[in-house]
């Protein structure tokens, strides 16, 4: 069983910054991919990025340029640094982990940007 958790998130103003960590259980290493999502209220989850096990990253049109995913295999830890936030960046961020065919998720961590 693979366990994440979320950190990072809170409250920040338009166009700040913030960084969301996902810490793993196990070696991030062996995940095939680690992405990120988010859940705005009333809203469906949708995808913001992702990373391959040999680093290839993937951003949603909405966040490419001012998004960037990286990762610290030391740290068995994936980041997702947020910039120039907008108001409609305000969502629960939740990292997702695909082992195999199996895929887990962490419990998410509030972001909102106030306007």
């Known amino acids: 069983q693979v366990q994440l958790v979320e950190s990072g998130g809170g409250l920040v103003e338009i166009g700040g910054s913030l960084r969301l960590s996902c810490r793993a259980s196990?070696?991030?290493?062996?995940?095939?991919?680690v992405a990120w999502y988010r859940q705005a209220p009333g809203k469906e989850r949708e995808f913001v990025a992702s990373?391959?096990?040999?680093?290839?990253?993937n951003y949603a049109d909405s966040v490419r340029g001012r998004f960037t995913m990286s990762r610290s295999i030391v740290e068995n830890t994936v980041y997702l640094q947020m910039n120039s936030l907008k108001p409609e960046d305000t969502a629960v961020y939740y990292c997702?982990?695909?082992?195999?065919?199996?895929?887990?998720w962490g419990q998410g961590t509030q972001v909102t940007v106030s306007s």
């Open positions: 997702k982990a695909f082992l195999g065919t199996a895929g887990f």
């Open positions: 990373m391959t096990a040999g680093g290839t990253t």
């Open positions: 196990g070696s991030i290493a062996s995940f095939k991919v």
